[in-house]
């Protein structure tokens, strides 16, 4: 029997003990068992966990195999567990950067950097909004009771650059990527040119890009890192196995394009700020693969563009970085889970619930007025992804983002009694009439009014009325940004 295999990146805070396995991805089930590598000459391989050390939120490659055969999305089923806070800060409102590593001998295809600063400039205009995925995170908050910070859709694009620095030295024991980057490209023949950086030269490189551009860093801000076709990216993990009583320990490097598609992490650069850690998304190039059995490409360019999938990629870092910029908030902390480690973006990971569109440009999300194929993020309050069943099923009657919410406290009053009414997924600013129909009745009663603030959040303090009948009474709060619904309960005197 094979014992478990625990795994700690260079310089992670804690080991993670997981099962060997050699099962490659799949579109189903990608969040529990992602990529292997092989350590030896054995089937004993390092199963995908999102989360190793301070690399955190990992996508995980897909496996062309789980592709339908007419070239269809096929969705994951999203993971089983719930966010936990842990205690840590999240990113109330967050500014980005974009970094295109373009080295001499490298060429991003064009149009490719228009369509990623397009998508963070549109996420800009919709700010506020509750209408793509990004509103799901205002769920989410930092501190405790009263103290509560919530997450705000709030994004301003910082600016872009392209930085056409040379690639530092290949670092051959832990950059070992090369084979698999020559054949990155799309369509485009395998290139003779291949390079490969580790997560510690990606930090480097960031850190002279920022200094360069005079940009100012904070808990607030996130720097991703876009890097060209025929770039790899590894990191390195100490793995220990063993088999009939003998353990071994070795580092073994984790490498883009085989055992994942993106990640994001942070570090501290007392140069640049002595305060605030470098928060960043590390982003090989998504496009897919060819001649390589996985892929971080969905298949679908609703922009027509190889830009389509990073940014799906991009959006589920984000939305991580967003709420648990440090690895210290919103994750499943339950060791009990099967999605122990996972984030936001993770327990629903080639999730994109309803499709819309042709074949070949289908989309899930529409912000201010563009398209784009992007995953679900997890909704803890109704504990699944929107737009999806629990088993990746698509639900038509449910967007792809979450819509109002109502709760009361408490849910059961007589006539005259007081009740709060707490609400959320509003756009933010939006103005929210509450009313009150009592059981058997089909007249709506006013019980006031109510602004949202920043995070789309609104409460009112509230009674019931004097003539309310005995029963389940429908309790609806109304803003133009949508309607909640919900139950109150008048005992019988």
Not at 212 to 238: D, L
Not at 357 to 369: C, E, F, H
Request: aromatic share 10%.
């Amino acid at each position: 029997m094979r014992r478990p295999i625990s795994l700690l990146a260079a310089g992670g805070l804690a080991a993670l003990c997981l099962a060997v396995t050699s099962q490659a991805p799949s579109a189903a089930g990608a969040h529990k068992v992602g990529a292997s590598i092989t350590l030896s000459s054995s089937s004993t391989s390092v199963p995908f966990h999102a989360r190793i050390g301070r690399i955190l939120g990992m996508v995980p490659p897909l496996n062309l195999g789980s592709k339908t055969s007419s070239g269809g999305i096929t969705n994951n089923a999203p993971a089983s567990g719930s966010l936990h806070y842990n205690g840590g800060p999240v990113m109330t409102t967050n500014k980005v950067y974009a970094i295109y590593w373009q080295p001499p001998g490298y060429r991003f295809p064009s149009g490719y950097q228009a369509g990623i600063n397009g998508y963070f400039q549109n996420l800009q205009a919709a700010n506020g909004k509750n209408t793509n995925v990004y509103d799901v995170a205002t769920q989410y908050y930092q501190g405790s009771g009263s103290n509560r910070q919530y997450v705000q859709y709030h994004t301003t694009f910082g600016g872009a650059t392209l930085d056409t620095n040379p690639l530092p030295p290949l670092d051959p024991v832990n950059c070992p990527d090369t084979p698999v980057a020559a054949t990155n490209g799309g369509t485009s023949a395998p290139s003779t040119t291949a390079g490969c950086v580790t997560d510690q030269q990606v930090q480097q490189e960031i850190s002279t890009v920022v200094k360069r551009e005079g940009w100012s860093v904070s808990n607030h801000t996130e720097f991703f890192m876009f890097t060209a076709p025929n770039i790899g990216t590894c990191f390195p993990a100490t793995v220990t196995g063993g088999t009939g009583g003998l353990q071994t320990t070795s580092t073994v490097p984790l490498c883009s394009f085989s055992y994942f598609c993106a990640y994001h992490s942070s570090y501290f650069d007392s140069t640049i700020n002595s305060s605030s850690q470098v928060i960043y998304a590390n982003m090989p190039y998504a496009a897919q693969t060819a001649g390589n059995p996985l892929t971080c490409d969905e298949g679908s360019y609703p922009n027509g563009n190889p830009s389509d999938p990073e940014i799906n990629v991009t959006s589920h870092e984000h939305n991580e970085s967003i709420t648990d910029p440090f690895g210290t908030s919103w994750w499943d902390s339950n060791p009990n889970d099967s999605a122990y480690g996972d984030e936001i973006g993770d327990m629903c990971a080639w999730d994109f619930g309803n499709l819309y569109g042709p074949a070949g440009a289908q989309y899930s999300q529409t912000i201010n007025g563009h398209h784009y194929l992007m995953q679900s993020e997890w909704d803890n309050s109704t504990g699944g992804c929107p737009g999806s069943t629990s088993t990746g099923s698509a639900v038509p009657s449910h967007p792809n983002y979450a819509t109002p919410q109502i709760s009361f406290t408490p849910a059961v009053g007589y006539p005259t009694a007081p009740f709060k009414i707490v609400g959320q997924f509003f756009a933010a600013g939006d103005r929210v009439k509450s009313t009150f129909t009592s059981a058997g009745s089909t007249l709506a009663e006013s019980l006031g009014w109510a602004t949202t603030n920043p995070s789309g959040r609104m409460s009112l303090m509230t009674r019931v009325p004097s003539n309310a009948k005995p029963g389940q009474a429908t309790v609806r709060s109304i803003g133009k940004s949508g309607t909640a619904t919900g139950r109150f309960t008048v005992p019988s005197p």
